[in-house]
């Protein structure tokens, strides 16, 4: 039962965590082509804004499904009998 | 929150409390009221998610409809033009991905409603934790309800799933209408990997994928996000309730106070920012997909 209850909080670490790296990744990659792109095209800033927050909710959408998942394993942990 | 238990049982536990604002107020066909067995339970409604939805959106409705009876072509007052604000946003985006006048007409109104609907729902969250719960627990059991309220419906996953899958149901009806259904078929079977006899099953199982794939990720984006936030909100809430015990500055608990409010007010104010973008996010999405359908491959 221990054993279940230690595997199950690395699985939330692991999780968490790998997604973090994911996402950070992500949108630090979409937001510098944004620096460069309004730096190349001012006139373009907030069509591209638009945009931006829009693919930001794409690039978490993975992220935070896996955040809600090690959050449910953590409290309402379906592995405990 | 210990008198928020009988008195003579002990104080919940963290998880104890936490498990405790994380059930739903569920009850069975015959309104029995019963408890989840197992992940996924159709046997059972979420009780409380359903009337918020239900009382939000008819709210929402009720201050559109109010802002389109009293709407004049003169000097818009500012109820109007917040209004007129909004809906022009939403008309816009619209515009840029569908490209048929006619269904936006449909389209149109219905991206504003699922964005106003969601922002409401969603808007619960930013209530205290215990605000509405402590009241449920006043009058809830002695009314023969179970004592547990969860207010936010867009942090249950039957709500959020819903609601994509009729973005889904809206998308295979504006397949079938512009493409027709012969039109549509071939096109299942034809796109993406080219029209060749032997591609037949790949293309088949590829637009399958597709099809899941945006649905559930578009329901689960939003209910990771509202979930996740209402938990935080909660774990704050705890941080609060160890200080409200222990009033000894030498204990570590006592400053937990602090962490409470800051914690808390930083949460808040980015959850505002998520809680609009999640609506929004969902919105453009709804809106993409619709447009998707109209696009031949």
């Excluded at chain 1, 309004?38 to 931006?52: F, W």
């Excluded at chain 2, 998610?49 to 709407?71: E, P, Q, T």
């Excluded at chain 2, 997909?289 to 031949?296: E, I, L």
């Amino acid at each position: 039962m221990e054993n279940v209850l230690g595997f199950v909080a690395l699985a939330c670490g692991l999780i968490v965590g790998l997604g973090a790296i994911g996402a950070s990744i992500g949108i630090a990659l979409m937001g510098g082509k944004f620096l460069e792109a309004s730096a190349r095209q001012p006139e373009l800033m907030n069509e591209l804004q638009t945009k931006m927050f829009i693919l930001a909710g794409l690039i978490d959408a993975a992220f935070l499904i896996g955040v809600a998942i090690a959050l449910l394993f953590a409290f309402a942990n379906p592995f405990v009998l | 929150m210990a008198a928020a238990e009988n008195a003579g049982t002990h104080a919940p536990t963290a998880g104890e409390y936490i498990r405790h604002h994380l059930h739903h107020l569920q009850k069975d066909f015959s309104f029995q009221n019963v408890e989840q067995k197992g992940i996924v339970d159709f046997s059972l409604f979420n009780l409380d998610s359903v009337f918020y939805s239900i009382v939000l959106g008819v709210i929402g409705c009720f201050f559109l409809w109010r802002a389109a009876r009293k709407a004049t072509s003169g000097v818009p007052g500012r109820f109007q033009a917040a209004v007129e604000i909004l809906a022009e946003m939403v008309e816009n985006q619209a515009k840029g991905v569908v490209h048929n006048a006619k269904s936006r007409k449909l389209v149109s109104p219905l991206a504003l409603s699922v964005f106003v609907w969601i922002f409401l729902m969603n808007a619960m969250d930013m209530l205290p934790v215990d605000a509405i719960p402590t009241l449920w627990h006043g009058v809830g059991p002695d009314m023969g309800f179970n004592n547990y309220m969860r207010v936010v419906p867009t942090a249950d996953l039957s709500t959020t799933l819903g609601l994509s899958f009729s973005v889904l149901i809206v998308c295979l009806v504006y397949n079938i209408k512009i493409k027709g259904i012969g039109g549509w078929a071939h096109e299942l079977v034809a796109a993406p990997f080219g029209d060749k006899w032997f591609l037949y099953p790949i293309n088949f199982l590829m637009q399958m994928i597709e099809f899941t794939a945006k649905t559930v990720s578009h329901g689960m984006r939003l209910f990771g996000n509202m979930f996740a936030g209402e938990l935080v909100f909660m774990l704050i809430a705890l941080m609060g309730g160890v200080w409200a015990w222990q009033f000894n500055p030498l204990t570590g608990g006592f400053w937990l106070g602090f962490g409470h409010v800051v914690a808390g007010t930083v949460w808040s104010i980015f959850h505002i920012l998520v809680i609009t973008l999640q609506a929004f996010i969902f919105m453009m999405l709804t809106l993409i997909y619709v447009g998707q359908a109209h696009d031949s491959h």
